[in-house]
């Protein structure tokens, strides 16, 4: 204890007799003295450094005026150096950027071949798929045309049967329709019929019967149209709407061709009708036996 009260009491001393001028001197003095060595104190607690004893025995020097502006001189003139050395690093930083890039110059060969770039061909069209509407085996409109100027009427039923030689389709009396009108020409046999309670309301059946070797012939006599394939009742139906208010239909059993056609009747009304009465009527009694 003694001694650390003897320590202190030489420390403020050293502190009273040492001239108040580092008040007064620069910033630069100030953290030259701040970074003085102090590697020599000892850490551990109660003890001094021995190298230090001879420094608390020595009465400390005073610094002259000469001395202290000798001092300044020399660190203006350190500062001074070392911003012409910045100065000089920062001209030699500014040159490399300045300084342009050499580009090689490119040698060509005249006697190397010269490889064009392989153009790139164009995108394949793409066409768009058209669905084949179906057809008739065999559309001869011709014959047609020349059935409807040649046909004869006839006054009933089972004379134009005898003319023909087949029984004709026909629709029964207990379907609402009558008979109009029957005609025959060039094979066919055409009957038309009239709805009872519509009057508006038409239908038309024709019958052929093909010989053997005679191809298969669409005589319903209406050309470009939009068919439409059925297969529902097990028989080929071909139909299709010539207008708002007719449909007309075409199908073949055994060695018979029929078509029907229809006028103010709804298309869903005429499906119905050739369907599920006429083309069955044709499956049970038109067969080749």
């Not at 580009?103 to 071949?113: A, L, R, S, Y």
Request: proline share 7%; with cysteine; glycine share 4%.
């Amino acid at each position: 204890m003694k001694f650390g009260k003897t320590l202190v009491l030489l420390m403020l001393l050293a502190a009273i007799q040492f001239p108040c001028y580092a008040a007064e001197e620069d910033k630069e003095l100030s953290l030259i003295a701040a970074e003085q060595d102090r590697s020599g104190e000892d850490e551990q607690l109660g003890e001094i450094n021995p190298a230090l004893k001879d420094s608390i025995t020595t009465k400390p020097t005073q610094e002259t005026d000469k001395e202290v502006k000798e001092r300044k001189k020399k660190l203006r003139q350190t500062r001074k150096e070392k911003e012409k050395a910045n100065e000089q690093k920062l001209k030699e930083t500014a040159n490399q950027k300045e300084t342009p890039v050499k580009e090689e110059p490119i040698i060509i060969n005249p006697n190397e071949p010269i490889i064009e770039p392989t153009p790139t061909p164009p995108p394949p069209v793409v066409e768009p798929i058209q669905t084949p509407q179906p057809t008739l085996p065999t559309l001869q409109p011709a014959e047609t045309t020349t059935l409807t100027n040649q046909k004869a009427v006839y006054a009933d039923f089972a004379e134009v049967a005898r003319a023909v030689k087949f029984i004709p389709l026909y629709m029964p009396k207990k379907s609402g329709y009558e008979i109009t009108g029957i005609y025959a020409g060039q094979g066919v046999a055409e009957v038309r019929y009239g709805r009872r309670w519509e009057p508006t309301v038409s239908l038309t059946i024709k019958t052929h019967k093909r010989v053997d070797g005679e191809e298969l012939q669409d005589i319903s006599g209406v050309t470009g149209v939009k068919w439409r394939v059925n297969n529902t009742t097990g028989t080929t139906i071909y139909i299709a709407k010539i207008s708002e208010t007719q449909q007309v239909a075409a199908w073949a059993v055994g060695h018979y061709t029929f078509s029907a056609q229809a006028e103010n009747l709804s298309f869903a009304g005429f499906h119905s009708l050739v369907a599920d009465e006429l083309v069955e009527l044709t499956a049970h009694y038109y067969l080749d036996l």
